[in-house]
């Protein structure tokens, strides 16, 4: 299995919603990241998980928060965002160094496109 | 903040043609990849080329990086409608840290 697993496909929420977006991996990956892209721009790095722990955050937004509650499972969830924030959320997987085969290759699934309104 | 440039920003080319995306980024690497994005969609990984490597080739495409001028390319060869896409260097400056450049728009004429 080579898929990554984005959960809900689209969201359209409130500035004073909370809502969350979830991605599942069953390839052994050990690194989990999450990018925002808006249109026309490329991905933008926000958080990294390496063995499920936080490795970096590229000064993110606090309303934005990242739970990663296994090897599998990887989630973002959301808290007062503002209009701005509308964007495609990517998340990726990729083997971790040490890892047997690490390529270095990162595996994206298709993507959340979320709406603040 | 992104470490790499492509350019151009846009190419129209006639299917069967050959086309020549590049990429500068600024810091030392240990890897470039190339990555393409259907409109609306996630990126696939297309290449990768390690900083020790000055050519790599999978199918029609073919990858040159130059780490003295911090510069890589991708050229696809025969080109074909359903390489209609955004196309995109990737760098690794620190460990786990995979930055995208702009990206190419390619567009395929039939």
């Known amino acids: ?117 | 903040s992104q470490q790499g440039e492509e350019d151009p920003q846009a190419l129209s080319i006639q299917e069967g043609e050959n086309a020549t995306m590049n990429c500068s980024y600024k810091t030392s690497i240990n890897n470039l990849q190339w990555y393409r994005q259907n409109s609306g969609r996630g990126l696939v990984h297309l290449i990768l080329i390690r900083s020790n490597e000055r050519e790599k080739h999978s199918g029609r495409l073919r990858v040159t990086l130059d780490t003295s001028k911090k510069s890589s390319s991708l050229l696809i060869t025969a080109s074909r409608a359903a390489d209609t896409a955004s196309y995109f260097c990737a760098t690794d400056p620190f460990r786990r840290k995979i930055i995208f450049g702009k990206g190419t728009r390619l567009h395929i004429l039939p």
Request: hydrophobic share 30%; glycine share 6%.
């Open chain 1, 1 to 117: 299995d080579t898929e990554v697993t984005q959960t809900p496909k689209h969201l359209v929420m409130g500035m004073t919603n909370k809502k969350s977006l979830k991605c599942e991996q069953h390839m052994g990956h050990r690194a989990m990241y999450w990018y925002k892209q808006k249109a026309k721009k490329p991905p933008e790095l926000m958080f990294v998980y390496s063995y499920e722990k936080l490795s970096i955050n590229e000064s993110v937004p606090s309303r934005f928060s990242p739970e990663c509650p296994n090897s599998s499972l990887l989630n973002l969830h959301l808290h007062a965002l503002q209009p701005e924030d509308s964007a495609l959320y990517l998340c990726a997987s990729s083997q971790e160094s040490g890892q047997e085969v690490y390529t270095g290759e990162l595996f994206f699934g298709e993507g959340s496109r979320l709406t603040v309104l």
